[in-house]
């Protein structure tokens, strides 16, 4: 078992806060491309949203260990 320091020190060492931002960006560009096509692509438009909200939880992950992290 690891402490929270050390989890948030890991996290910092294995995330790229640029690739995040990218593939968020990404996401949102092809979600409005899913639903823009004829026919809209339902599917495809459900598989982007879904990687938006784990990239933005990602994000937000780096943000607590980075830009906020615990002190003890």
């Known amino acids: 078992m690891t402490s929270g320091?050390?989890?948030q020190f890991f996290y910092l060492l294995i995330t790229n806060q640029?690739?995040?931002?990218v593939l968020c960006l990404y996401?949102?560009?092809f979600m409005r491309w899913a639903?823009?096509?004829?026919?809209?692509?339902?599917p495809l438009f459900i598989c982007?949203?879904?990687n938006?909200?784990?990239q933005?939880?990602?994000?937000g992950r780096?943000?607590?260990a980075y830009v906020h992290p615990i002190s003890h």
């Open 5 to 7: 320091n050390e989890e």
């Open 18 to 21: 640029n690739i995040e931002s």
């Open 27 to 29: 996401s949102l560009i």
């Open 35 to 42: 639903v823009a096509v004829s026919p809209p692509n339902y």
């Open 48 to 50: 982007h949203v879904c």
């Open 52 to 54: 938006e909200v784990v």
């Open 56 to 59: 933005l939880i990602q994000m």
């Open 62 to 64: 780096w943000s607590n």
